[in-house]
């Protein structure tokens, strides 16, 4: 729990949603998937890379990631320049949930970009 909530939600109370998708997690899933926890991956996904791919998005992509996330700063910089034209905003005050952490700014972040890519308003 230390860790998640360094680097997963920073908020002294969770959102009843984290809390509930926590607690509802496919254990059988995840661990086959990831392995037993966050810190040890030995699941399917250990090696499972799709850096490469990236160059092939070719729509405009908004890539986010919080200043404390458990995805680094330095991970999502890399998504960032894999995604030809991507925008990116790292959250100052987040981990991995800026939608819950910095809320207002988030809304904010996304309208703005959804309103430039497809005139949402």
């Given at each position: 729990?230390?860790?998640?909530?360094?680097?997963?939600?920073?908020?002294?109370?969770?959102?009843d949603e984290l809390v509930y998708d926590v607690d509802h997690t496919n254990?059988?899933?995840?661990?086959?998937?990831?392995?037993?926890?966050?810190?040890?991956?030995?699941?399917?996904?250990?090696?499972?890379?799709?850096?490469?791919?990236?160059?092939?998005?070719?729509?405009?992509?908004l890539v986010t990631g919080g200043r404390y996330d458990e995805s680094s700063?330095?991970?999502?910089?890399?998504?960032?320049?894999?995604?030809?034209?991507?925008?990116?905003?790292?959250?100052?005050?987040?981990?991995?949930?800026?939608?819950?952490?910095?809320?207002?700014?988030?809304?904010?972040?996304?309208?703005?970009?959804?309103?430039?890519?497809?005139?949402?308003?």
């Amino acid at each position: 729990m230390v860790f998640y909530k360094r680097h997963l939600c920073r908020l002294p109370r969770w959102p009843d949603e984290l809390v509930y998708d926590v607690d509802h997690t496919n254990t059988l899933v995840y661990t086959t998937m990831s392995g037993p926890n966050d810190m040890i991956c030995t699941g399917g996904i250990r090696y499972w890379d799709k850096t490469y791919d990236l160059r092939k998005i070719r729509v405009p992509t908004l890539v986010t990631g919080g200043r404390y996330d458990e995805s680094s700063p330095k991970v999502v910089m890399s998504i960032h320049h894999g995604i030809s034209k991507s925008e990116l905003v790292i959250f100052e005050k987040s981990s991995h949930l800026p939608m819950w952490e910095e809320r207002a700014h988030y809304i904010e972040v996304l309208s703005r970009f959804l309103s430039r890519v497809i005139g949402y308003n």
